[in-house]
């Protein structure tokens, strides 16, 4: 009888620890970012119509409007836009893989918050890279404030980050302030016969960004959206100034387990590396750019 009882206590220990080596789920994030208003827009916009900077509002708001798939396991994750068809009129395959460049998207964004590093697919102006780097360090402060998502008890949680300069989401519109110096550095150039495009000077990159997440110990993996991890549960919810990433569905333990691994295409270089690429090009830019009658960047379309 006792060599039974051992067996069967073996036998449970083994079945908890392959399915806690099993153990796999999958989230649906929605992420919103606040579209910037164009009503800053001041100088040479007068060939810009009020429709017209409707339009553009429209378009930018449906852009910053995406789905994505987070698979994880105990170790790993895959974060990954949810593929949808191109409804008439909507821009083409290629514009929006450029816009996802800057607003923040990619590919496969892969992370291993064991070696604390992170893999991601982009591509930009043609060009497809594989940037890997280690995973960002927040100071997450664990706070006592508690709300349910989607029937999971979640802990607040909020840090402060630098403000990465290729991610245009967080773009905002300047203060007064801040215009009305601008405005009068418009004027000293516009007397020196110098010009050039009113529409970027109207908004700013902040230096830092108060990030408020929202995890569940239920979930006890280290993972979250896009680069976020390190807290004691899965992240369901992200507010990092403009954009809220808010978990919607959640699965575990499917009979299907996905594959989270790194994607291997593209040219290998640090998160470093290729921002100074992306900031190069919008230097390019700015300077085709400049000197033209104040309308909207290229990028933007009309």
Do not use: H
Not at 22 to 30: C, H, I, L, P, S
Not at 174 to 190: R, V
Not at 191 to 203: A, C, L, Q, R, V
Request: hydrophobic fraction near 30%; charge should be positive.
């Amino acid at each position: 009888m006792k060599k039974v009882i051992i067996y069967m206590s073996f036998i449970l220990v083994f079945t908890q620890m392959q399915a806690q080596k099993d153990f796999q789920g999958m989230a649906v994030y929605e992420s919103k970012t606040q579209a910037p208003k164009f009503e800053g827009m001041r100088g040479g916009n007068r060939d810009i119509t009020p429709e017209m900077q409707k339009n553009m509002e429209e378009r930018m708001k449906k852009m910053l409007e995406k789905t994505f798939i987070l698979n994880f396991d105990k170790s790993a994750s895959i974060y990954k836009e949810e593929e949808k068809l191109d409804t008439p009129g909507q821009q083409g395959g290629g514009m929006r893989v450029m816009m996802n460049s800057f607003m923040g998207g990619g590919g496969t964004f892969y992370k291993d918050v064991k070696t604390k590093s992170y893999t991601v697919d982009k591509e930009f102006m043609g060009k497809e890279f594989l940037v890997v780097d280690s995973l960002p360090k927040l100071n997450w402060k664990l706070e006592q404030e508690t709300k349910q998502i989607g029937g999971y008890n979640c802990y607040k949680a909020t840090a402060v980050k630098e403000a990465s300069k290729t991610d245009f989401r967080n773009f905002r519109p300047k203060n007064n302030d801040d215009k009305k110096t601008e405005e009068k550095k418009d004027e000293a150039k516009k007397t020196s016969g110098e010009t050039k495009t009113n529409f970027e000077d109207n908004f700013e990159m902040p230096k830092e960004i108060i990030v408020t997440a929202w995890y569940t110990p239920e979930i006890p993996v280290n993972q979250g959206p896009e680069n976020y991890w390190g807290l004691p549960g899965l992240i369901l919810e992200i507010n990092d100034g403009r954009t809220t990433i808010l978990c919607s569905k959640i699965v575990l333990n499917a009979k299907e387990k996905a594959e989270i691994k790194p994607s291997k295409k593209g040219k290998v270089v640090s998160q470093k590396e290729y921002d100074e690429t992306v900031i190069k090009k919008m230097e390019e830019f700015r300077e085709m750019n400049r000197g033209r009658a104040g309308g909207p960047p290229p990028m933007m379309g009309r």
